[in-house]
Antibody
Framework: QVQLVESGGGVVQPGRSLRLSCAAS????????IHWVRQPPGKGLEWVAV????????YYADSVKGRFTISRDNSENTLFLEMNSLRVDDTAIYYC?????????????????WGQGTLVTVSS | SYELTQPPSLSVSPGQTASITCSGN??????TSWYQQRPGQSPIQVIY???KRPSGVPERFSGSNSGNTATLTISGTQAMDEADYYC?????????FGGGTRLTVL
């Protein structure tokens, strides 16, 4: 079945870096855009970034632009999020989520499925 | 930036119909998705492209979108439907979520 498994979360000091991974299985990875979405403890969902199928087209939320980099390895069916200059307000559960629809229809269909999430805590 | 507004909470009795609204400027011109998130779990998509139901989602979940308001309707609400619900759209080059609605079934 379709599965997304995040890893790489942990506790990190403000200003430091962290790299998250998301291993995908059960579908043709190359056919789908993939997103990162985060959720601060006790709060709502916030979209972070998306990377399209070829890995060259990427979009970011203003809150992370210039600090976070999304990438993918289609040969390994893996998604990454490189997070630099981390701030206390980056503390959240980070989910990877596949686009519901393939190829160019990806903006229309939202996110399905989601991974189980990985917790990132930024604290001194 | 585009904004989506949801009521923070809604209560419904078992067996009744729950209607959760999501408001945004000219929302009918965008495709709306809805997500259910039970406590301690990852979100699950329950509606996409305004009205479509992913495989495995019960038929009691339905969606509509007209004017400035999208609505998630749960008919014959069950105790297991108690959860947070989020609407979401894509605007220009950004995904936008509503603030979420906590549905209580009592």
């Amino acid at each position: 079945q379709v599965q997304l498994v995040e890893s790489g979360g942990g506790v990190v000091q403000p200003g430091r870096s962290l790299r998250l991974s998301c291993a995908a299985s059960g579908f043709t990875f190359n056919d789908f855009a993939i997103h990162w979405v985060r959720q601060p403890p006790g709060k709502g969902l916030e979209w972070v970034a998306v990377i399209l199928t070829d890995g060259n087209n990427k979009y970011y939320a203003d809150s992370v632009k210039g600090r976070f980099t999304i990438s993918r390895d289609n040969s390994e069916n893996t998604l990454f999020l490189e997070m630099n200059s981390l701030r206390v307000d980056d503390t959240a559960i980070y989910y990877c989520a596949r686009a519901k629809l393939r190829f160019l229809e990806w903006p229309q269909g939202g996110f399905d499925p989601w991974g189980q999430g990985t917790l990132v805590t930024v604290s001194s | 930036s585009y904004e989506l507004t949801q009521p923070p909470s809604l209560s419904v009795s078992p067996g009744q119909t729950a209607s959760i609204t999501c408001s945004g400027n000219h929302l009918e011109n965008k495709y709306t998705s809805w997500y259910q998130q039970r406590p301690g779990q990852s979100p699950i998509q329950v509606i996409y492209q305004d009205t479509k139901r992913p495989s495995g989602v019960p038929e009691r979940f339905s969606g509509s979108n007209s004017g400035n308001t999208a609505t998630l309707t749960i008919s014959g609400t069950q105790a297991m439907d108690e959860a947070d619900y989020y609407c979401q759209v894509w605007d220009v080059s950004t995904a936008v979520f509503g603030g979420g609605t906590r549905l209580t079934v009592l």
